[in-house]
Nanobody, 125 residues
Framework: QVQLVESGGGSVQAGGSLRLSCAAT?????????LAWFRQAPGKEREGVAV???????AYADSVKGRFTISRDNAKNTLYLQMNNLKPEDTAMYYC??????????????????WGQGTQVTVSS
């Protein structure tokens, strides 16, 4: 099946940067999957952060546009999230997610059927 393992989380001060990685094992070719990052803060719903399609198109939540960049390396089966100018409100558990044979780019958690265990990001003011 599909296995996703996130890494790269940590604690930073506001204005700092982190790069998250998600190492994947796919049943099919990596290029057949849409990949996304979600996050969930304590007491809040899980929200979509960024998604990258099979053709490399990207979409972002308004709250992270201009600060976060999603990318993928299909040869390495790895998804990335570069996070710059981090804010305390970015503090959350970050999850990568995948869905095969996807069409439009969506940031709805129910559209994804494979999930990693998460990596914690904490931003202090």
């Amino acid at each position: 099946q599909v296995q996703l393992v996130e890494s790269g989380g940590g604690s930073v001060q506001a204005g700092g940067s982190l790069r998250l990685s998600c190492a994947a094992t796919f049943r099919y070719f990596a290029s057949m999957y849409c990949l996304a990052w979600f996050r969930q803060a304590p007491g809040k719903e899980r929200e979509g952060v960024a998604v990258i399609g099979r053709d490399g198109r990207t979409a972002y939540a308004d709250s992270v546009k201009g600060r976060f960049t999603i990318s993928r390396d299909n040869a390495k089966n790895t998804l990335y999230l570069q996070m710059n100018n981090l804010k305390p409100e970015d503090t959350a558990m970050y999850y990568c997610a995948a869905v095969s044979l996807c069409g439009e780019l969506v940031l709805t958690q129910y559209s994804y059927n494979y999930w990693g265990q998460g990596t914690q990001v904490t931003v202090s003011s």
